[in-house]
């Protein structure tokens, strides 16, 4: 990932440890959303351009922002499935 | 890193935290992707039908049931 390969702040210094840790915390959230990102763009593509046309048409549109709000609310049942009690 | 930082145990357990923190993301990331295949069949619409949400409810369950059923016939090979 090219985030991790960034050099520390403050030249050769190293940081403080608070400093790393939120450093850390930043580029795992922003690796975390490009993942997500990315299956999103794969998933949708999939489910709502089944027949590419010259533009993409209204429905097709409204079709990938309920894809996205979907999927979202998937990855949130999916968790509750895994991490609540049966 | 700095030898001081590698021997200080807040981040080393930070450090720690964040790695299964990220496992677990991992995890939950790979099963939506796979149940989102398996239950999600027509378009998605603008809320989930009781038969979608059901089957990812237990497409979850199943996998984790599937992967120790798997573990253990791995291990008594």
């Known amino acids: ?50 027949k590419p046309g010259s533009s993409l048409g ?13 999927y979202i609310e998937a990855t949130g049942i999916i968790s509750r499935s895994l991490f609540t009690q049966r | 890193m700095d030898p001081n930082m590698a021997n200080n145990p807040e981040l080393l357990q930070f450090l720690a935290q964040e790695k299964e923190r990220a496992m677990v993301n991992e995890m939950v990331a790979k099963m939506t992707s ?19 949400s059901s089957c990812l409810t237990h497409c979850a369950q199943r996998y984790m049931d599937m992967s120790m059923i798997l573990m253990k016939r791995f291990q008594s090979q």
Do not use: H, N
Not at chain 1, 58 to 70: H, K, L, N, Q
């Open chain 2, 34 to 52: 796979v149940c989102w295949d398996k239950c999600i069949t027509s378009a998605p619409g603008s809320k989930f039908s009781s038969s979608e």
């Open chain 1, 58 to 70: 209204g429905s097709e549109s409204s079709c990938i922002s309920r894809c996205f709000d979907r």
């Open chain 1, 1 to 50: 990932m090219d985030s991790y390969s960034s050099p520390p702040v403050g030249g050769g210094a190293s940081p403080s440890p608070e400093v790393l840790m939120e450093q850390v915390k930043t580029q795992l959230a922003q690796a975390y959303a490009e993942e997500f990102i990315e299956t999103v763009r794969v998933k949708c593509f999939d489910k709502c351009i089944t």
